[in-house]
């Protein structure tokens, strides 16, 4: 009788470890089907890859550069600061004398969905307010074939009726010799014309958006990917040409700044398969 009991045991043993093996294999699988992916040995330049999606490669910088009303040149424009990666997880730290910013990136998966979570920090530490900070954060798919958009017909937003249309339907206004980028205002945000980084390009549309993103279909429209704050927008940019195609969802991180605050905005990238 205690030999059956013991072998039970045993037998008990060994299939709680299958189970707990196959369930830390099946996580493991599932965290991998979304991945970062270092452009060179740098760690500046970022990809983001998927298994499901072979040969496209999404660039993001997160932000470009931060701007505001009384930002003549931007702050952190075309940081070199590289990434610290570890598995599923992210992080950058920059800072001067007188401002700082941390961004914290995590990659997630469910079901027919991934995405990259964004989180930046900024502090004030100079002895003026800043107002109308916002982060310029770019999504870049020119590595992407599956979902290039030069038309723009298959990129979306919502007009300020909360309809949806594409960008292709904005009449766009041009600057002399610029290419074909364009700001466009969202309610509740910011004044484009107002902020100095901005209305330097001379690229900022007249229709008024709203909503909290931007997102586009790939070609065979069986993916949908979306750049989203999950506060206020403080606006939305697009530039697609021949070797470049990136969408922005620019959150608004503070109004006002005051010397000695930190203030937070959070959002997402977010790779959806349609299901047709």
Known sequence: M?????????????????????SVFSQKKAENLIA???????????FIVLKELPGQRFLFTVPEIFTGKNLEKGLFNGDLKPWTIKENQGHRAVKNSKYGYSVNLYLTERSNE?????NIKFTNKSNITLLDLAAFNC???DRAPLFKDISMERTWVKDEFDQTISLSSIE????????????YPVIGGIKLAESPWIANWNVNANTILSGKSVWLES?????????????????????????????????????????GQTMEA?????????KN
């Not at 403080?234 to 006002?256: K, M, T, V, Y």
């Open 2 to 22: 205690a030999h059956k009991t013991t072998l039970t045991k045993k037998l008990l043993c060994i299939f709680a470890i299958v189970i707990i093996s196959t």
């Open 36 to 46: 970062f992916e270092p452009a060179d040995k740098s760690n500046i330049s970022i």
């Open 114 to 118: 991934y995405w990259l979570t964004w």
């Open 139 to 141: 999504l870049t798919m």
């Open 172 to 183: 766009k206004t041009a600057g002399n010799g610029r290419r074909t980028m364009q700001f």
């Open 219 to 259: 070609i065979d429209k069986s993916w949908k990917i979306e750049t989203i704050v999950d506060g206020q927008p403080a606006f939305f940019f697009n530039n697609w040409e021949q070797d470049h195609g990136c969408i922005h969802s620019a959150p608004l991180i503070a109004r006002e700044l005051k010397p």
């Open 266 to 274: 959070t959002g997402s990238f977010r790779f959806i398969k349609i």
